[in-house]
Structures are given as structure tokens and as C-alpha cells.
């Protein structure tokens, strides 16, 4: 079985800092993971995914996130966060890469301070 | 543009009556999926559908429907039978089954009065 905890429901950053999101898994075989985002009132849009491979993981907008076995984490970062980055952030994790059992954790909501 | 369509944006409904939300893709996927949306939550997975005319149950599928009788189109009602279905709704699709990266509408907020 998988789930997905991601710690803080929500995070405020100011303009220009680092933003650090944490995820962290459980699954019983070698993981997929996926972070996604959602702003106000739309669906959400894929930022990056992990299946294999390179265990950092660059995805759209200047985030990326880290695969990390040996403390089932995979959290996302940012270097400088822009006011465009508020938005809710969801964790994800498939045993087999399948959206059918693809579970998503409960989100974090990004505030970004001018 | 190619993308999914949900209609409507907004719904108010009485207790008691049925509602069909609509979900139209033109990205030639095969899989289509329903999830729910309720805060502090995430997301749960209602129905998915991995090609046309063949459906299955997700994690909260009681209270609701689908039908798949095109591959560009994915309806989900919302019963009677719901016990509480005030949520944001959000359809998505992939490309198969077996691919983690769904394509999402903009979602259906259904308001029952």
C-alpha cells in the first residue's frame, strides 16, 4: 500500500527565499512521485515526476525535488520563490507509475510575502 | 488548444436531485478519471475509465455514476444518494493507464442546498 504525508498544510515564505516543501512515502515496492500544483479554483498541473533514474528532478518553473530512498522523502524546493508561486502544492506517489492508484497527499498552500 | 473541458464551473442543486457534471477531452487520451476535491483533504479518487465502454470504481465511488460511451467524453452524476456531495469535482485524463501524469479540467464546484 502507498501514502503520502506531507508535513505543514501551510507554508509562508518571504519574496526571494528559499521555498522547502516536504513530502515523504510509504510503498511497499520502489516508488513513482509526482508534485503537482494548484492554483485558485483550477486543476491541477503536473511540475515534476520521479520514476527512475537520476534521483534529482528538475521540473517547470525552477523547482525541483529530490528523491531520497533512505528517508522516504521526495520534497520540493525552490531557490527564490516569486509571488507567482502561491498556489497549493500536492505531493504524489504510484507503486507502478499507474494513475489509477495514484495517491496524493492532503497538499500544502504556498503564501508568498512581498 | 488541445485540453479537458468541465461544465459547468459552478452548480447549485437541491438535496435530493441528481447532477451531471460534464468532462470533454480532445488529447486523444484513453484513461479519464474522476476525483474529489474537499479542503484539507486531497484529492480521492471517484471513477476512472481506461477505455471506452469499461469503468471502474475508485475509493469513493458509492453516490455516484459515469458512463464512457465515447473517448472524449467522461459525464459523472451525482446521486441522491450521495450523503454529502457539496466538493470541488476535477476530471482528468492520461495518456494510458499506466502513466502518473494526468491532465486536469479547471473542476466543477457543486453546491447543494
Not at chain 1, 517547470?60 to 497549493?88: R, V, W
Not at chain 2, 484539507?40 to 479518487?45: A, D, E, K, P, Y
Not at chain 2, 458509492?62 to 451525482?78: A, H, I, N, Q
Request: proline share 4%; net charge neutral; glycine share 8%.
Amino acid at each position: 500500500a502507498q501514502s503520502v504525508t506531507q508535513l505543514g498544510s501551510h507554508v509562508s515564505v518571504s519574496e526571494g527565499a528559499l521555498v522547502l516543501l516536504r513530502c515523504n512515502y510509504s510503498s511497499s515496492v520502489p516508488p513513482y512521485l509526482f508534485w503537482y500544483v494548484q492554483y485558485p479554483n483550477q486543476g491541477l498541473q503536473l511540475l515534476l515526476k520521479y520514476t527512475t533514474g537520476a534521483t534529482l528532478v528538475k521540473g517547470i518553473n525552477g523547482f525541483e525535488a529530490e528523491f531520497k530512498k533512505s528517508e522516504t522523502s521526495f520534497h520540493l524546493t525552490k531557490p527564490s520563490a516569486h509571488m507567482s508561486d502561491a498556489a497549493e502544492y500536492f505531493c504524489a506517489v504510484s507503486s507502478s507509475g499507474g494513475a489509477n492508484n495514484l495517491f496524493f497527499g492532503t497538499g500544502t498552500r504556498l503564501t508568498v510575502i512581498p | 488548444d488541445g485540453g479537458i473541458t468541465q461544465s459547468p464551473k459552478y452548480l447549485f442543486r437541491k438535496e435530493g436531485q441528481n447532477v451531471t457534471l460534464s468532462c470533454e477531452q480532445n488529447l486523444n487520451h484513453d484513461a479519464m478519471y474522476w476525483y474529489r476535491q474537499d479542503p484539507g483533504q486531497g484529492l480521492r479518487l471517484i471513477y476512472y475509465s481506461q477505455i471506452v465502454n469499461d469503468f471502474q470504481k475508485g475509493d469513493i465511488a458509492e453516490g455516484y455514476s459515469v458512463s464512457r460511451e465515447k473517448k472524449e467524453s467522461f459525464p459523472l452524476t451525482v446521486t441522491s444518494a450521495q450523503k454529502n456531495p457539496t466538493a470541488f469535482y476535477l476530471c482528468a485524463s492520461s495518456m494510458a493507464s499506466d502513466a502518473g501524469e494526468l491532465f486536469f479540467g479547471e473542476g466543477s464546484r457543486l453546491t447543494v442546498l
